[in-house]
């Protein structure tokens, strides 16, 4: 307990899924958090659990790739709880698929517009406000074991997520030389059990296929959201405070291999 105690988080996408687990984790040990999403009711529920279970949160409506959304997301955390240590860039939209053929522009900048320009967005303003509150701090920005290896039917989501890997890189290596204290760090789920992934599993187990989806996690499972907020609250906390550009890959092993 208390391993994010006394620090402030912002977890984007935080109604649903590992933003909602990480929401949680965070509030348990110790951290005020503002969940972020577009799903009010969700997002509420959310927030309200974590209150009702003596801790703090506020839920605000939230469009990552809205840069006044973001001016007004910090400036509510920074009057609501005095700082911002911690933020989680989570939100992310795994459609529309296609590949490189049959995609469309417009497909492929709605996908590039929340999972690449929303955490291009958080992490400059999460830079800013942890600057003003002058205390460092930890971005985490969710990019996938699909930001590491190739996928042939979701060209535009692969590209976001490598994105997201190596501009993860840049904004830690900038922020390192420019002795801000603050780490900018990037997870990388395998296939997790969440809202987004549960129809693309239920249709590959109903092809006969999802078997082999799990065939290839050499350690047989989906994994939880759970596991991977246990993984972002290690980033989050002091206790990396010597890791900074690297990318934390939670996939049972599926890229081991
Ligand atoms: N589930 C997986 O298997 C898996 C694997 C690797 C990476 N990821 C990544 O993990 C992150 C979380 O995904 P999840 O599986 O928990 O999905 P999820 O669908 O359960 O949650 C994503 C949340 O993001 C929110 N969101 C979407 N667009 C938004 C926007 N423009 N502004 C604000 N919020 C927005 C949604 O409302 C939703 O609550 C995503 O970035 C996803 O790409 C997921």
């Known amino acids: 307990m208390g391993r994010v105690e006394g620090k402030v988080a912002i977890v984007t996408g935080g109604a649903s899924g590992m933003g909602a687990a990480t929401a949680r984790l965070l509030a348990r ?20 659990a974590i209150q009702a279970a003596g801790g703090r949160s506020r839920y605000v409506e939230h469009d990552v790739t809205s840069e006044d959304a973001w001016k007004t997301a910090m400036a509510l955390t920074l ?36 999972n690449m320009e ?11 406000t942890m600057r003003k509150t002058g205390k460092g701090g930890s971005i985490v920005n969710f990019s996938s074991t699909m930001g590491i290896v190739g996928s042939p039917s979701t ?5 976001s997520k490598g994105g997201v ?23 990388h789920p395998g296939w997790i059990r969440t809202p987004m992934s549960s ?23 989906v994994g939880e959201p759970d596991d991977v907020a246990y993984g972002v609250l290690y980033l989050a906390s002091d ?13 049972g092993g599926y890229t081991a291999q």
């Open 199 to 221: 129809a693309a599993l239920d249709k590959l187990a109903e092809s006969g296929a999802g078997n082999k989806a799990l065939e290839l996690t050499p350690l047989g499972r």
């Open 155 to 159: 060209a535009a989501y692969v590209a």
């Open 29 to 48: 040990e110790g951290a005020a958090v503002l969940v972020c999403d577009l799903q009010a009711d969700k997002g509420r529920q959310v927030a309200d």
């Open 118 to 128: 929303g955490v291009f967005l958080g992490t400059k303003y999460g830079i800013e």
């Open 79 to 114: 009057q609501a709880f005095g700082g911002l240590h911690i933020l989680v860039n989570n939100a992310g939209v795994g459609a529309p698929f296609g590949n490189v053929e049959d995609l469309s522009l417009d497909d492929w900048r709605k996908v590039m517009a929340v």
């Open 239 to 251: 206790e990396s405070g010597f890791v900074t550009g690297t990318e934390l890959v939670i996939d």
């Open 165 to 187: 890997r190596l501009f993860t890189k840049s904004a830690a290596l900038h922020c390192a030389k420019e002795r801000y204290g603050i780490r900018v760090n990037s997870v």
